[in-house]
Every structure is written in structure tokens, then in C-alpha cells.
């Protein structure tokens, strides 16, 4: 194996001890506690271990956390207003409603009911609107996650080739928009992208958000490239016992990483850092809403 691995972990340890820093200047000049609130709709275990660990780490950094759990056959009407008085609550800097919804809630309708301002998933349209144009915005933490990873190993992206594999809203869409902000060469493949091999071996930089269990091997990525690996898949492992389960990302590891110049593993790689974002958003958003300076090197 001859990849640096790129260590999420360790990675998102230090953004978060560098928001915990900024939450406790807050509380110190201002007297003020961000607030985080997440809205989970019916079970989805992806989500439950989600929502566990971040109303952990929310609490360990200094801030507010909030949990609505809420009947997956809860009405849109219900959700709409608790959303409604969680806008209104001074307290409350950061709203994220865990995704997916149950299939009769219209998730569109639901995410835009979010003041964009307290929007720290960045899904509302006019943050996507705002990402897509260049201006500032609450990022989505995903991609933002992995920029940061990316930048942290190269320096500079300017001019790399990008190939992100995904196009979804929360994932493949944004990172896009952000390699393009770094001025990367940026190519979005998805389900039906012809000869799929043959354009991730042209990237220096390969993002794989696609939900297949490890759907790319080690001979489709140039040698020396930086693989990216977002997905998140739950395997059955009987090998380590019964209904035991084991992790896996999207990339073939071990492959990977024999020709990669640098890889994320899984676990241990976005995930934490999409935690670790979602806490920097929340505390970005709380010194806009208050008109105080933004902490450095926690934006995109
Ligand atoms: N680490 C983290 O923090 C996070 C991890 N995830 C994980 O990332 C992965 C992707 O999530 P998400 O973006 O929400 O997933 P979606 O299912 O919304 O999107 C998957 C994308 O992959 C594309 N795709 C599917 N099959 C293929 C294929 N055979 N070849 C090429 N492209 C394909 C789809 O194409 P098409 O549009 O044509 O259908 C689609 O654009 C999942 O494993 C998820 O669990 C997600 C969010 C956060
Ligand atoms: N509105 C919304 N925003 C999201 O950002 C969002 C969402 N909905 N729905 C679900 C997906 C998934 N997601 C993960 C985040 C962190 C880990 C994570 O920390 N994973 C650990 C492993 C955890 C484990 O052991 O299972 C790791 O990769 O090391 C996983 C998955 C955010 N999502």
C-alpha cells in the first residue's frame, strides 16, 4: 500500500477544538451559546447514529443542542411549525432536518421553510444559489469537509482535474461548485456517464458520493491521484460475529489505496469531518446573526 492515508479523525479533532475555541470567546466577549437543533422524522438508522454522535460533539464543543424525534407519520403541517418556531427562536443558530423524509413529506418544501440564515446544511435553495454564484453562503458540510481535507493536502487546487462521482443536492452537486470556486477542471459523473472508468482515471482528484459499496476499484484511479472517498455503506459481516456489521465507503480500499497519492478511509475519513463542519456552520451562523466577525478557516 503505498497511499498517504488522510486521517477525517484526527482532522475533524482539530476543527472542532478550533470551534471549541470560538464558542468559548463567544460566551466570554459576548455572553452568547450557539444553538444547534436537528429534526429527526421516523427511524432511519444512517441517521440515528448521525444524530447520536452529533448531539454529543455539539455539547462537548460549549454549544446548545436541541433534538426533535418526531413519528414518521408525523403530518407536514406539524413539521412545518415546529421548523416555524425554531426560526423564531433567538436561541436556536442552526436548524437541520435529518435526511431522507418519509416519502409523504415534500422534502423540497420542507427544506425551504428553513431561514436560510440559520440553514447550516445549506440545502435551502437560496444558499445553493448563493454557493452557485460565488457568494457567501452557509456550504453544505459534506463537501465542505472534504475541501478542507483537499486543501490541507495540496495547498493549492487550482487547475487540478476533478472528476466528482454522484450529482445528488447534498453531495455531489455542492463539492462540484466548490472544486470549480477552487478552480479545478471539474466533471460531475453520475448513473448514466459513458466509459465511467476512463474518466476518473483523468482526475488528479477523485470525490466518489454514490452509495454503491465499493463500486470503484484501485484500476480505475491515475497513480499518484487523491481519492476522496463520502460513501457510507452498512455491509453484513458474519465473519465477525452474528448480525455483526461492518463499514465500507464507496472505493475499493485496499486497491485504491496501492495507486493513490493520498485516500480517506471509511470509517475515519468525510464522516467525522461532516460532523466537525456542521458545528462550524453552526458557530458561523451564530456570529453572522449577531454581526460579529466570523471565525477564520472554519468557511469555504
Ligand atoms: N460521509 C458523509 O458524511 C456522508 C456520506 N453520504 C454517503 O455518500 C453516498 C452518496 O450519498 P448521496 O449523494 O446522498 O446519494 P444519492 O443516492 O442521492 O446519489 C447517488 C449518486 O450516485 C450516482 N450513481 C448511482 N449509481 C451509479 C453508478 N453505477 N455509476 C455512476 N454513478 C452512479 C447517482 O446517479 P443518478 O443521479 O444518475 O441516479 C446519483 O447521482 C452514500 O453512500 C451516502 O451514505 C452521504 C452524505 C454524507
Ligand atoms: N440533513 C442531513 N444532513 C446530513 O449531513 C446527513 C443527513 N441529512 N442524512 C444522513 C447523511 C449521512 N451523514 C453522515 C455523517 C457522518 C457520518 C459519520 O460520522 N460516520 C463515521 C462512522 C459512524 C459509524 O460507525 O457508523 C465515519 O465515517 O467514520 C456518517 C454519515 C450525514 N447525513
Redesign the pocket.
Known amino acids: 500500500m503505498s497511499a498517504q492515508v488522510i486521517d477525517g479523525k484526527a482532522f475533524a479533532a482539530k476543527v472542532r477544538g478550533q470551534v471549541a475555541e470560538g464558542v468559548s470567546k463567544l460566551k466570554t466577549d459576548h455572553d452568547l451559546v450557539p444553538g444547534l437543533a436537528v429534526v429527526l422524522v421516523g427511524e432511519d438508522p ?1 441517521s440515528e447514529v448521525y444524530v447520536r454522535s452529533k448531539g454529543k460533539m455539539t455539547v462537548e464543543v460549549g454549544m446548545k443542542s436541541v433534538e426533535h424525534r418526531l413519528d414518521a407519520d408525523t403530518s407536514e403541517a406539524d413539521l412545518l411549525a415546529i421548523i416555524k418556531s425554531l426560526n423564531e427562536d433567538a436561541t436556536i443558530h442552526g436548524i437541520l432536518v435529518q435526511l431522507p423524509l418519509p416519502k409523504h413529506l415534500n422534502e423540497d418544501l420542507v427544506i425551504n421553510s428553513i431561514d436560510p440564515a440559520k440553514d447550516v446544511d445549506g440545502f435551502h435553495i437560496s444558499n445553493v444559489g448563493l454557493l452557485g454564484t460565488g457568494q457567501k453562503s452557509m456550504v453544505p ?2 463537501p465542505l ?1 472534504c475541501l478542507m481535507m483537499l486543501r490541507d493536502h495540496h495547498g493549492s487546487l487550482s487547475g487540478l482535474d476533478a472528476v466528482v ?4 443536492n ?3 452537486k455542492p463539492m462540484a461548485q466548490l472544486l470549480l470556486g477552487d478552480s479545478c477542471t471539474v466533471t460531475i ?5 459513458k466509459d ?1 472508468p476512463d474518466v476518473v482515471r483523468r482526475a488528479d482528484i477523485v470525490v466518489a ?4 459499496p465499493e ?1 470503484v476499484p484501485g484500476d480505475w484511479i491515475k497513480p499518484g491521484a487523491t481519492v476522496i472517498d ?4 452498512r455491509l453484513d459481516a458474519p465473519e465477525k460475529g452474528e448480525g455483526k456489521t461492518r463499514l465500507v465507503g ?1 472505493v475499493h480500499y485496499e486497491s485504491a489505496a496501492a495507486v493513490a497519492g493520498a485516500i480517506t478511509p471509511v470509517p475515519g ?3 467525522p ?2 460532523i466537525a463542519c456542521l458545528l462550524a456552520n453552526t458557530l458561523t451562523a451564530c456570529c453572522r446573526a449577531n454581526g460579529l466577525p466570523e471565525p477564520e478557516g472554519l468557511t469555504a
Open positions: 444512517a458540510c459534506t469537509g462521482v454522484g450529482r445528488s447534498i453531495v455531489g459523473a453520475h448513473s448514466r456517464t465511467l458520493a454514490v452509495g454503491r463500486m463520502v460513501g457510507i455503506n464507496d475519513g468525510v464522516g469531518m461532516t
